[in-house]
């Protein structure tokens, strides 16, 4: 996470040989950590069951990083390490995400009354450390230059946000209101 751009370059130079269950093993890894993250935050406990389903509750999140990233790096990856491996050391980025939500488990505000604050100052880490692990995966992994790495990671940052504070605004805002609008009818 501190070192992204050699930690890929190791990564890169290792030869594994890509194949589906490449492709899914790190994006699983991070939906599974989602999941039991969420199952902590919310009832304390984490049984398989509530981790299953909390999981695939919560799965779009992996699917729609999949979505933004797919695009961006489809072609690079073609020519340098292949899409399967692409996509697996794409999400060996998410670390700094992982462990915000295992932090977030642990501490869950809510419970014994321990303030929100700390989380919030915690969740600028990933927000800084995700452009630069971005930027090096583009350099590293896809062979990219400097400059159109850059550009690759502004792009889907921007996309990512986009997409997640627009998703979370039509949760948040405008699925309320239809529902209760379709409460009154």
Do not use: C, K
């Not at 290792?14 to 194949?19: C, F, L, N, T, Y």
């Not at 993250?37 to 009832?43: E, L, M």
């Not at 505000?109 to 990933?126: D, E, H, K, N």
């Not at 995700?130 to 400097?146: C, D, H, K, Y």
């Amino acid at each position: 996470m501190l070192h992204p751009r050699a930690t890929y370059a190791d990564l890169v130079r290792e030869r594994v040989r890509g194949s589906a269950l490449t492709a899914v093993r790190r994006p699983l890894l991070v939906v599974v950590v989602i999941g039991v993250s969420v199952s902590i935050a919310a009832t304390g406990r984490a049984t398989p069951a509530l981790v299953v389903a909390t999981t695939v509750s919560w799965s779009y999140i992996v699917l729609l990083q999949l979505l933004i990233a797919v695009p961006l790096i489809s072609q690079g990856a073609r020519r340098t390490v292949g899409l399967a491996r692409a996509i697996d050391l794409f999400f060996a980025g998410h670390a700094p995400w992982s462990l915000l939500a295992l932090a977030a488990a642990v501490w869950t505000p809510s419970a014994a009354g321990r303030p929100f604050w700390p989380l919030a100052v915690l969740t600028i880490v990933p927000i800084l450390l995700t452009p630069r692990i971005v930027s090096a995966f583009f350099l590293e992994v896809l062979g990219l230059e400097w400059g159109a790495a850059r550009r690759a990671a502004i792009v889907h940052q921007a996309v990512t946000w986009t997409v997640f504070v627009v998703l979370f605004w039509i949760v948040n805002a405008i699925s309320p209101r239809v529902l209760e609008l379709l409460g009154r009818s």
